[in-house]
């Protein structure tokens, strides 16, 4: 026989926490951005969001893990670096914001190759908008091999590239 949960706390607690990060995640600083947005990218809309408490502040671009992990959810938990960096998270192709945007047909094969030219002109976009000559890239899980790849093929648009939860090629299955 299946036991019954009472699920009122959850919801009760899931409320309370959601204004509790609603509050966390508020930036009042004058010099602040706060942005969040579809930008077109390799031909579609991705989902882009960029925060920081100064936007003369070192840019960090995260390129989330997956397949289809977008990071965004972290963002309470990264608060505390924006009074030092502007922290960009996105979407990448087929996760997300941009996957319920565009949906499997549109946003097309996904490979290393896409989703790294997809993140270097985020980059280029990114340098634009805020006027920054270069960001700062990090890379985790499989968002590691897309910065690795981004950085090798565009080391001008990068300070420096960061991994965590590094993956690598197999060595055994080189192409």
């Known amino acids: 026989m299946m036991s019954k949960k009472n699920i009122l706390p959850d919801l009760l607690l899931r409320k309370r926490n959601r204004r509790k990060n609603a509050r966390l995640l508020q ?45 965004s959810i972290f963002s309470p938990l990264l608060r505390s670096w924006e009074k030092h960096f502007i922290i960009v998270q996105w979407d990448q192709r087929g996760a997300g914001k941009t996957f319920t945007r ?52 565009r080391p001008d648009l990068f300070y420096a590239y960061v991994g965590t939860d590094q993956n690598a090629p197999d060595p055994q299955h080189q192409t």
Request: hydrophobic residues 35%; positive net charge; aromatic residues 8%.
């Open 27 to 71: 930036v009042h600083t004058p010099n602040r951005i706060v942005e969040s947005r579809y930008v077109k990218i390799g031909g579609i809309d991705q989902w882009v969001t960029i925060r920081g408490e100064d936007y003369h502040n070192p840019v960090l671009l995260f390129i989330h893990g997956g397949p289809a992990s977008p990071y």
């Open 102 to 153: 565009n949906g499997k047909d549109v946003s097309g094969t996904i490979t290393f190759d896409r989703l790294a030219q997809d993140g270097i002109e985020l980059a280029e976009y990114l340098c634009n908008k805020l006027r920054h000559r270069k960001v700062i890239l990090i890379g985790s899980s499989v968002g590691s091999l897309i910065g690795i790849m981004m950085a090798k093929q």
